[in-house]
């Protein structure tokens, strides 16, 4: 690797880096906003959104130039490819962020309910672990801890599913609280889908690591065993 190859890839890690730790500080204020009915930290989350969509579009661009001027290969060039998907990845987290402040805010216009049985903290804070859990195993390339934030998943896919059980159970006991079971049916959705970004960055953890695309892995052994 040339030297200022190498002065570009550690440009980029700072930059993606600073990208995820903007991430876990919105998911974890939006999460702190919701559990305790704060508006205003709702808002901060919702305002701050644009900082990291500006982020994401700095490390395109470094990325795209450092493909261009350097025209890395090998694990460089993995590298670069990895950070460029993960680099979106983490800005759809900042997104689902807001959204997450966002139903906050429209809770905080409503009636007040009790969330307790939902879960959503304990939702959320496994939700947190694993985008930890993936831009750790980015910075070590390590992709035992990446399959970990894989299986970690399965805990968040199965309270999704009991948030979604509670809420039917509760909107058919008082239909006038359909506004706010709404509100919390939403927030469950938007941290399951964290935790799917999350695997994601993890799967691409693994490509930099191995070379080795995991996504579609069942679609392509569907298509395998229907030709076999």
Same mark, same amino acid.
């Given at each position: ?7 570009? +890839? ?8 600073? $990208? ?12 702190? =906003? ?9 808002? %901060? ?8 969509? @500006?982020?994401?579009? #700095? +490390? ?6 450092? @493909?261009?001027?350097? $025209?890395?290969? =090998? *694990? ?13 990845? @983490?800005?759809? +987290? ?5 959204? !997450?402040?966002?139903?906050?805010? =429209? ?5 007040? +309910? ?11 804070? %496994? ?26 998943? #399965?805990? !968040?896919? #199965?309270? *999704? ?5 509670? !809420? ?12 706010? @079971? ?7 959705? $938007? ?38």
């Amino acid at each position: 690797m040339s030297v200022l190859l190498n002065k570009q +890839i550690e440009k980029i890690k700072r930059m993606v880096l600073a $990208q995820g730790a903007l991430v876990e500080q919105a998911l974890h204020r939006a999460v702190q =906003a919701v559990e305790h009915r704060d508006a205003d930290l709702a808002r %901060q989350v919702v305002d701050r959104d644009a900082q990291i969509d @500006l982020a994401e579009v #700095d +490390i395109e661009e470094e990325c795209l130039a450092t @493909l261009a001027l350097h $025209q890395p290969v =090998a *694990h460089d060039l993995r590298f670069i490819v990895s950070v460029l998907k993960i680099n979106s990845e @983490l800005e759809r +987290i900042g997104d689902l962020a807001s959204n !997450v402040a966002s139903q906050c805010l =429209a809770l905080c216009e409503l009636s007040l +309910i009790n969330l307790r049985p939902f879960g959503l903290p304990e939702m959320a804070s %496994q939700a947190q672990r694993m985008v930890k859990q993936a831009l750790d195993a980015l910075v070590e390339v390590d992709p035992d801890k990446a399959n970990e934030v894989r299986r970690m998943d #399965d805990l !968040v896919d #199965d309270r *999704h599913r009991e948030v979604y059980a509670i !809420v039917e159970r509760y909107v058919r006991e008082d239909i006038d609280k359909m506004p706010q @079971l709404m509100r919390v049916q939403n927030t469950a959705r $938007q941290i399951e889908r964290i935790a799917d970004h999350a695997v994601n960055i993890a799967k691409n953890v693994i490509y930099l690591a191995k070379g080795e695309i995991v996504r579609h892995r069942r679609a392509r052994a569907k298509v395998a065993q229907g030709h076999g």
